[in-house]
């Protein structure tokens, strides 16, 4: 248990951050499981920029790595094009 006011509060705040981080990642691997499943290019080509501010959003956050969120944003670039 902690034992400083101070330590008390922080615990307090970590969870709460980590609650609001976790809701955020969440809906983001959501939307590129969306955007994965879609097979109409038209329908993709209209989401992605959702989800590219969403991934640049998180990623400046520091909620994901602005590496990861390169990475996931090239792949799904990647799935775009190859839709008929």
Same mark, same amino acid.
């Given at each position: 248990?902690?034992?400083?006011?101070?330590?008390?509060?922080?615990?307090?705040?970590?969870?709460?951050?980590?609650?609001?981080?976790?809701?955020?990642? !969440?809906?983001?691997?959501?939307?590129?499981?969306?955007?994965?499943?879609? &097979?109409? =290019?038209?329908?993709? +080509? $209209?989401?992605?920029?959702?989800?590219? !501010?969403?991934?640049?959003?998180?990623?400046?956050?520091?909620?994901?790595? &602005?590496? =990861?969120?390169?990475? +996931? $944003?090239?792949?799904?670039?990647?799935?775009?094009?190859?839709?008929?």
């Amino acid at each position: 248990m902690a034992n400083h006011k101070s330590s008390v509060k922080r615990i307090r705040q970590t969870k709460t951050k980590t609650l609001h981080n976790k809701y955020y990642a !969440k809906t983001m691997r959501n939307a590129v499981r969306k955007l994965r499943a879609l &097979s109409d =290019k038209d329908e993709a +080509i $209209k989401l992605y920029p959702v989800v590219q !501010k969403m991934l640049d959003k998180l990623a400046k956050a520091n909620i994901i790595h &602005s590496n =990861k969120a390169a990475n +996931i $944003k090239s792949g799904l670039a990647l799935h775009i094009s190859k839709l008929g």
